[in-house]
Protein backbone atom coordinates (compact mmCIF):
# COMPACT_ATOMS: atom_id res chain seq x y z
CA UNK A 1 0.00 0.00 0.00
CA UNK A 2 3.24 1.94 0.56
CA UNK A 3 3.39 2.01 -3.58
CA UNK A 4 0.07 2.81 -4.20
CA UNK A 5 0.60 6.25 -2.17
CA UNK A 6 3.46 6.66 -3.61
CA UNK A 7 2.03 6.22 -6.98
CA UNK A 8 -0.79 8.38 -6.47
CA UNK A 9 1.53 10.97 -5.77
CA UNK A 10 2.10 10.84 -9.58
CA UNK A 11 -1.51 11.80 -9.98
CA UNK A 12 -1.64 15.24 -12.60
CA UNK A 13 -5.37 16.17 -11.67
CA UNK A 14 -6.39 18.95 -8.92
CA UNK A 15 -9.20 17.21 -7.42
CA UNK A 16 -8.01 14.09 -6.22
CA UNK A 17 -4.98 11.92 -6.09
CA UNK A 18 -5.83 8.68 -6.80
CA UNK A 19 -3.38 5.50 -7.23
CA UNK A 20 -3.68 1.90 -8.46
CA UNK A 21 -1.56 -1.05 -8.18
CA UNK A 22 -2.49 -4.63 -10.20
CA UNK A 23 -0.07 -7.54 -8.17
CA UNK A 24 -0.27 -11.18 -8.92
CA UNK A 25 2.25 -13.62 -6.67
CA UNK A 26 3.39 -10.64 -5.28
CA UNK A 27 4.83 -9.21 -8.28
CA UNK A 28 3.25 -5.63 -9.71
CA UNK A 29 2.02 -6.03 -13.06
CA UNK A 30 0.97 -2.64 -13.56
CA UNK A 31 0.34 1.05 -11.71
CA UNK A 32 -1.44 3.94 -12.26
CA UNK A 33 -2.76 7.12 -11.05
CA UNK A 34 -5.58 9.91 -12.14
CA UNK A 35 -4.48 12.46 -14.99
CA UNK A 36 -4.67 13.19 -18.97
CA UNK A 37 -4.29 10.53 -21.60
CA UNK A 38 -0.88 10.95 -22.63
CA UNK A 39 -0.37 14.37 -24.81
CA UNK A 40 -2.82 15.71 -23.95
CA UNK A 41 -2.98 18.72 -21.05
CA UNK A 42 -2.82 18.10 -17.74
CA UNK A 43 -5.36 19.40 -14.47
CA UNK A 44 -2.09 21.39 -13.10
CA UNK A 45 -1.36 22.98 -16.48
CA UNK A 46 -4.84 23.71 -17.72
CA UNK A 47 -7.31 23.40 -14.96
CA UNK A 48 -9.70 20.56 -14.05
CA UNK A 49 -13.07 20.24 -16.51
CA UNK A 50 -15.25 19.10 -13.84
CA UNK A 51 -18.94 18.62 -14.70
CA UNK A 52 -21.90 17.10 -12.46
CA UNK A 53 -23.78 14.18 -12.77
CA UNK A 54 -26.66 13.02 -11.11
CA UNK A 55 -26.90 9.16 -10.32
CA UNK A 56 -30.07 7.69 -9.99
CA UNK A 57 -30.36 8.09 -6.46
CA UNK A 58 -30.89 11.79 -7.35
CA UNK A 59 -27.28 12.26 -5.30
CA UNK A 60 -24.99 15.03 -7.70
CA UNK A 61 -21.75 14.03 -8.50
CA UNK A 62 -18.69 15.66 -9.48
CA UNK A 63 -16.00 14.55 -11.97
CA UNK A 64 -13.16 16.07 -13.87
CA UNK A 65 -13.57 15.49 -17.51
CA UNK A 66 -9.97 15.81 -18.47
CA UNK A 67 -8.61 12.79 -16.95
CA UNK A 68 -8.13 9.02 -16.82
CA UNK A 69 -8.95 7.00 -13.28
CA UNK A 70 -6.26 5.39 -11.88
CA UNK A 71 -7.89 1.69 -12.00
CA UNK A 72 -8.23 2.76 -15.69
CA UNK A 73 -5.16 3.65 -16.26
CA UNK A 74 -3.34 0.70 -14.52
CA UNK A 75 -5.71 -1.74 -16.75
CA UNK A 76 -4.61 0.08 -20.01
CA UNK A 77 -0.99 -0.47 -19.12
CA UNK A 78 -1.37 -4.10 -18.16
CA UNK A 79 -3.19 -4.39 -21.63
CA UNK A 80 -0.45 -2.22 -23.43
CA UNK A 81 2.20 -4.66 -22.09
CA UNK A 82 0.20 -7.83 -22.59
CA UNK A 83 0.31 -8.54 -18.87
CA UNK A 84 -2.49 -10.77 -17.78
CA UNK A 85 -4.28 -9.75 -15.00
CA UNK A 86 -7.18 -12.24 -14.47
CA UNK A 87 -7.20 -13.66 -10.50
CA UNK A 88 -4.78 -10.60 -9.80
CA UNK A 89 -5.66 -8.21 -6.47
CA UNK A 90 -5.66 -4.18 -7.22
CA UNK A 91 -4.47 -1.89 -4.37
CA UNK A 92 -6.37 1.24 -4.20
CA UNK A 93 -5.92 4.65 -2.49
CA UNK A 94 -9.56 5.32 -2.59
CA UNK A 95 -12.42 2.80 -3.22
CA UNK A 96 -13.39 2.37 -7.14
CA UNK A 97 -16.26 4.70 -9.12
CA UNK A 98 -18.83 2.83 -9.83
CA UNK A 99 -17.61 3.08 -13.55
CA UNK A 100 -14.27 1.28 -12.66
CA UNK A 101 -16.09 -1.17 -10.39
CA UNK A 102 -17.50 -2.64 -13.66
CA UNK A 103 -14.46 -2.71 -15.61
CA UNK A 104 -12.76 -4.21 -12.73
CA UNK A 105 -15.17 -7.09 -12.33
CA UNK A 106 -15.09 -7.61 -15.77
CA UNK A 107 -11.01 -7.84 -15.52
CA UNK A 108 -11.46 -10.85 -13.11
CA UNK A 109 -9.70 -8.67 -10.49
CA UNK A 110 -10.06 -11.03 -7.27
CA UNK A 111 -9.91 -8.77 -4.61
CA UNK A 112 -9.71 -4.79 -4.19
CA UNK A 113 -7.60 -3.50 -1.56
CA UNK A 114 -8.22 -0.08 0.11
CA UNK A 115 -7.25 2.71 1.62
CA UNK A 116 -10.07 4.84 2.10
CA UNK A 117 -13.97 4.60 1.38
CA UNK A 118 -14.88 6.71 -1.48
CA UNK A 119 -19.06 6.79 -1.77
CA UNK A 120 -19.56 3.23 -0.58
CA UNK A 121 -23.32 3.86 -0.89
CA UNK A 122 -22.87 4.01 -5.04
CA UNK A 123 -21.14 0.58 -5.26
CA UNK A 124 -23.03 -1.67 -2.61
CA UNK A 125 -25.67 -2.75 -5.13
CA UNK A 126 -23.12 -3.72 -7.69
CA UNK A 127 -21.03 -5.43 -5.05
CA UNK A 128 -23.75 -7.77 -3.98
CA UNK A 129 -24.15 -9.36 -7.18
CA UNK A 130 -20.30 -9.24 -7.95
CA UNK A 131 -17.53 -12.24 -6.18
CA UNK A 132 -14.77 -9.64 -6.07
CA UNK A 133 -13.68 -8.50 -2.50
CA UNK A 134 -13.58 -5.65 -1.40
CA UNK A 135 -11.61 -5.19 1.70
CA UNK A 136 -9.89 -2.10 3.51
CA UNK A 137 -6.40 -1.75 4.64
CA UNK A 138 -5.28 0.05 7.53
CA UNK A 139 -5.26 3.70 7.41
CA UNK A 140 -1.83 5.19 7.45
CA UNK A 141 -3.14 7.44 10.24
CA UNK A 142 -3.79 4.48 12.32
CA UNK A 143 -0.43 2.82 11.14
CA UNK A 144 1.46 3.67 14.41
CA UNK A 145 5.42 3.64 13.69
CA UNK A 146 6.37 0.29 15.38
CA UNK A 147 3.36 -1.55 13.07
CA UNK A 148 4.71 0.17 9.92
CA UNK A 149 7.34 -2.25 9.19
CA UNK A 150 4.20 -5.12 9.00
CA UNK A 151 2.94 -2.76 6.14
CA UNK A 152 2.32 -4.92 3.38
CA UNK A 153 5.03 -4.77 0.59
CA UNK A 154 2.76 -2.42 -1.94
ZN1 LIG B 1 -8.69 17.27 -13.10
ZN1 LIG C 1 -13.29 5.47 -11.31
Known sequence: MTITRQVAERSTCLRAKVGAVIVRDRSILATGYNGSPAGLPHCFDAGCLIYESRTPDGEIEQ???R???AEINAITQAARNGSAIQDAVI???HTPCI???KVLINTGIR???YDRPYKLNTIAEL???AKIQLIQVTPPEAV???KAGNDDAV
Do not use: K, R
Request: aromatic share 20%.
Open 127 to 129: LSY
Open 99 to 101: HCM
Open 63 to 65: NCY
Open 91 to 93: YVT
Open 67 to 69: TIH
Open 111 to 113: IVY
Open 144 to 146: TPA
